[in-house]
């Protein structure tokens, strides 16, 4: 058993060895590309951030605007450069009656929806959508981006960690369902509070930070993504051992990029994995195993930064010399 835990330790550095080396080929390659393109979107949409940003809001370039509308319409510059739409200008997705200012009548309705520049997912996504609680229930405006706001929605795979993905997804959730006034843009039936309807789960609170909503709220699919039929209250998971178990299903969905990650499942190195992150009761845990596989990795990143650095410095003298 130890073998192969020390085998499995070797294949994830090994892992870990191959995708620095590819990183440091990707920078110098496509990178460039994409760094320009971020850089003309960043700069076209400086003129829409004149008004809608924290800086226009209290500088507003213009005399008789609405200021107390304007403040709820701001756009965080910095969070949509890490989203996943980084590379758009507004009107990419805004369009022409933004162009100007006043703007248009309805220039919020002229927004191209996700469908337009997102083809195969959307006939992935749209019918399981159709399905789930929201739809079903007939709530008038309920979209995409009723969930999704695109200015600052980022990849789960960019966020690294699974908590990172249980607050990006948990808190789309909880802006409607723990904001009275977000909830009553939706429906006039009062909001139901979060913990009274979870009070069956001990300490709902840290589980909304350790588990998605979807965790419990969609049922798993077989190839491991996520499904956008949110089921009700009724057909939700509440079955303590689906996740406090040594094969949680956890396993197969919130942690299912660290299994591919790691391809060691099935040779007990997960657990000790998995529970860098959390500690989920009934998951066996192995804290010297923990603790050894911590201080390797640490060991390997301090490498790796020492060489990148050397690489760094021998190319700026290689330039000097030019
Ligand atoms: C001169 C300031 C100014 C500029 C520049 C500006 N806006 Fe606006 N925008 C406003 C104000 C103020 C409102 C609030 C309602 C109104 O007065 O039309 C608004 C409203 C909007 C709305 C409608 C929101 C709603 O709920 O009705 C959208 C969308 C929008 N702006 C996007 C943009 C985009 C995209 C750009 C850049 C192409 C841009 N704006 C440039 C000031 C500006
Ligand atoms: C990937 C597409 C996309 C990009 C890029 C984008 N927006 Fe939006 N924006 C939307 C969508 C979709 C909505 C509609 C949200 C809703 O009402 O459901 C929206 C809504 C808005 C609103 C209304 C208020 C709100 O937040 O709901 C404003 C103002 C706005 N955008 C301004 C901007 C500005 C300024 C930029 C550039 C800095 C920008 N947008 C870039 C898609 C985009
Ligand atoms: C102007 C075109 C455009 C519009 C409109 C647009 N997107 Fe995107 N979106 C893109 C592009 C391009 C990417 C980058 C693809 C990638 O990185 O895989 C992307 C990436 C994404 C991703 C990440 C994909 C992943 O695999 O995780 C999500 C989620 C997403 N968009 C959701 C939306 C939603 C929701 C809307 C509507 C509110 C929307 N997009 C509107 C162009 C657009
Ligand atoms: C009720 C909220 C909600 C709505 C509405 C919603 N999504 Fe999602 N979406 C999520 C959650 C939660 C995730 C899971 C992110 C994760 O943890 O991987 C997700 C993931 C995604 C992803 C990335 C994973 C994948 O399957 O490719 C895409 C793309 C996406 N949504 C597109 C859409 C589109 C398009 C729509 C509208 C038809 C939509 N979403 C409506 C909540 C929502
Ligand atoms: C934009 C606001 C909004 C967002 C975001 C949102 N919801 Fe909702 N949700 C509602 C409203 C409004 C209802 C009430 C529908 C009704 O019964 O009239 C509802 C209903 C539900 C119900 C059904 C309750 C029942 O009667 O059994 C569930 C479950 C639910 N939502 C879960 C979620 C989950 C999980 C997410 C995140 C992936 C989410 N919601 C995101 C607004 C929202
Ligand atoms: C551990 C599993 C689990 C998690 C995690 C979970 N739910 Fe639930 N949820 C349930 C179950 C089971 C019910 C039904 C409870 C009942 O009827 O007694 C429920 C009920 C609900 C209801 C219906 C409320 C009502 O009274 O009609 C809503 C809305 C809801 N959940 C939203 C959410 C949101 C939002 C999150 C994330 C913050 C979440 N849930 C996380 C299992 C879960
Ligand atoms: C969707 C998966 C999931 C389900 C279902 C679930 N849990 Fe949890 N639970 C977790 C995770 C993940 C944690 C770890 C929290 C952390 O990081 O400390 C946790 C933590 C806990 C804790 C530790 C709380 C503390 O104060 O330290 C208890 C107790 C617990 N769960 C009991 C339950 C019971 C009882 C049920 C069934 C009624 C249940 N859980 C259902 C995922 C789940």
Redo the contacts with the bound molecule.
């Keep these: 058993m130890r073998l192969a835990r020390l085998t499995a330790v070797v294949a994830v550095i090994g892992a870990l060895m191959g995708m620095s080396s590819w990183a440091l080929a990707a920078d110098s390659g496509s990178g460039d590309a994409d760094a320009d393109a971020a850089k003309k979107a960043q700069q076209e949409r400086a003129e829409c951030l004149t008004c809608h940003s924290a800086q226009g809001l209290q500088n507003p370039p213009r005399q008789g605007m609405d200021l107390a509308k304007l403040g709820e319409l701001l756009v965080s510059n910095d969070r949509l450069q890490k989203s996943v739409h980084a590379d758009f200008s507004c009107e990419d997705c805004h369009g022409a009656v933004v162009a100007t200012y006043p703007h248009g009548a309805d220039a919020r309705a002229q927004v191209k929806s996700c469908p337009e520049c997102h083809k195969p997912m959307a006939r992935r996504i749209v019918p399981e959508f159709k399905d789930s609680v929201h739809v079903v229930a007939h709530l008038p405006n309920f979209t995409c981006s009723s969930c999704h706001d695109p200015h600052t929605w980022q990849k789960v795979s960019s966020l690294g960690s699974a908590r990172l993905t249980v607050r990006q997804d948990?808190a789309m959730?909880?802006s409607c369902?723990e904001n009275d006034a977000r909830f009553a843009q939706f429906t006039p039936v009062t909001r139901?509070d979060?913990a009274d309807?979870?009070k069956?789960?001990p300490n709902p609170d840290l589980?909304?930070t350790a588990?998605r909503?979807i965790?419990?709220?969609t049922a798993a699919k077989d190839d491991g993504g996520v499904s956008h039929v949110i089921l009700p209250?009724?057909k939700?998971?509440?079955r303590c051992v689906e996740c406090h178990s040594a094969n949680s299903s956890l396993r197969s969905r919130l942690y299912r990029s660290k299994v591919e990650e790691a391809q060691v499942n099935t040779i007990g190195f997960l657990n000790a994995y998995i529970l860098n992150e959390a500690y989920v009761l009934g998951v066996t845990r192995n804290q010297w195993l923990d603790w050894a596989s911590v201080a390797i990795l640490a060991l390997l990143v301090a490498g790796l930064g020492g060489h990148g650095l050397l690489r760094f410095a021998s190319n700026m003298l290689r330039k000097g010399r030019k």
Excluded: I
Aim: glycine share 4%; charged share 20%.
């Design positions: 948990n959730c909880r369902h139901h979060l309807s979870h069956w789960l589980h909304w588990v909503c965790d419990c709220h209250g009724t939700a998971e509440r």
